[in-house]
């Protein structure tokens, strides 16, 4: 990463805050001034500003609680969104949901600016599964179980890879959900063609890792080296395989 740019991360500044930082001599890489902006720094470096160490995330990685009425984008003309309940806590950061919920669905929302990780775990070929509940207006049957089991073909045609449905047996209302792709609106689709209406939907996990119990809807907290793990067993931050 170049100096300017980790000053900059650092920081939270403008680059050309960072770079007016830098020329006047107020950084020192492993103790000595640099002036030079462009310097490359492979990331075993000491880089201070004024004196006072600097740390710098390459990429950022968030969990969130969509509430309803948010939508899962970046920038919205109308609506607030899933990068707006940040209120600006990373504003030099260019952050994007990996994956969407409908406006009116909850639960888990992976905030990143790192393309090559969202990529990946977004890829049909990793098969990261996702977790949802459900809330229908009709009851499960073991023939919705089956056809989710066997794969929904959709109204258009398209046929779904296998599914789990699992009804909640304490609720005949109420299953889990768990689907290896995504595709448009899929699951109220898939229980649309079985005559089935959708009341309620929360994603409750990514791959192996859960939303944080302690999160209240709209609240967020970034995620650890560990949880990314969770998240995505073999693949490293940066979209490369560990």
């Known amino acids: ?5 980790f000053v900059a991360q650092s920081l939270q500044l403008p680059r050309s805050a ?8 107020r950084v020192t890489v492993d ?3 640099c002036k030079k902006a462009d310097t490359a720094l492979s990331g075993a470096e000491t880089v201070a500003a004024e004196g006072k160490p600097l740390s710098c995330q390459q990429f950022v990685y968030i969990m969130l609680n969509k509430p309803k009425g948010v939508v899962s984008a970046s920038t919205d003309k109308r609506d607030r969104t899933v990068v707006d309940l940040l209120e600006g806590a990373f504003p030099r950061r260019e952050l994007f949901p990996a994956g969407r919920l409908d406006k009116t669905s909850t639960g888990f929302v992976l905030l990143t600016d790192d393309g090559a990780f969202a990529h990946a775990i977004l890829s049909p070929r990793r098969h990261v599964p996702k977790t949802y509940r459900v809330e229908l207006d009709t009851p499960v049957t073991p023939a919705m179980v089956a056809a989710f089991e ?23 209302l109420a299953a889990t959900v768990v689907l290896r792709q995504g595709v448009y609106h899929q699951i109220k689709r898939m229980f ?18 859960s939303l944080d119990p ?23 931050p940066g979209g490369e395989n560990a």
């Open 150 to 172: 066997e794969g929904v073909t959709l109204a258009d045609g398209e046929r779904m890879q296998p599914a789990g449905l699992i009804p909640d047996p304490e609720n005949p």
């Open 18 to 25: 960072a770079r007016t930082l830098i020329t006047k001599g």
């Open 214 to 236: 302690q999160l209240a809807p709209g609240q967020w907290r970034q995620l650890s080296a560990e949880e990314l793990q969770q998240l995505a067993p073999g693949l490293a």
């Open 1 to 5: 990463m170049r100096l300017d740019k």
């Open 192 to 209: 649309g063609v079985l005559d089935a209406g959708v009341n309620e939907l929360h994603r409750q996990a990514i791959g192996g890792l």
């Open 31 to 33: 103790g000595k001034v």
